[in-house]
């Protein structure tokens, strides 16, 4: 009788611990439906085909500076000014790898998802991009949150 009990308990126990290993696998994907849904998107104007492969557009959106680059048949938003010194980084060049170098102190970023490929430990701003109507629209989180 005790066996059974044993038993029921571990199958119990299994089961908690699916359900919660599923409810941690859907978490990020439930966070970022909601993070779409309170964006402000703003239309850029820009059609993806008017950026070239290896050209940055600097525009400015809700009185902040971003760029776009078309990486990969994407088009990518960024924050425009660099977060080590605030270099334009418009201003400055994509690599043979398509990553964004700043002007001023050579530092590389990659515009998909911010990160200091160079490794000097900074993190570029990106926002949500997404093509409606045949033009870019960024996402931005309002300033009321
Ligand atoms: S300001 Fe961009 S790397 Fe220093």
């Given amino acids: 009788m005790q066996n059974k009990y044993n038993y029921l308990r571990c199958y119990l126990l299994t089961a908690v611990a699916i359900c919660w290993?599923?409810?941690l696998f859907l978490q990020p994907y439930r966070c970022n439906r909601t993070l779409m849904n309170i964006l402000e998107w703003h239309n850029t104007g820009i059609a993806p085909t008017?950026?070239?492969n290896?050209?940055?557009?600097?525009?400015?959106i809700a009185e902040k500076l971003i760029g776009l680059v078309q990486r990969t048949g994407q088009v990518h938003a960024f924050a425009g000014k660099c977060p080590h010194a605030g270099a334009p980084l418009c201003s400055g060049w994509l690599d043979a790898q398509g990553r964004?170098?700043?002007?001023?102190h050579k530092y590389r970023?990659?515009?998909v998802n911010g990160r200091n490929t160079s490794g000097e430990g900074y993190k570029l701003f990106t926002y949500p991009t997404r093509v409606q109507d045949g033009t870019v629209w960024v996402g931005i989180?309002?300033?009321a949150l």
């Fill in 100 to 104: 964004i170098v700043c002007p001023l």
């Fill in 109 to 111: 970023f990659d515009p």
């Fill in 21 to 23: 290993q599923a409810t």
């Fill in 50 to 52: 008017d950026i070239g």
């Fill in 141 to 143: 989180v309002p300033p």
């Fill in 54 to 60: 290896d050209e940055m557009r600097e525009i400015s």
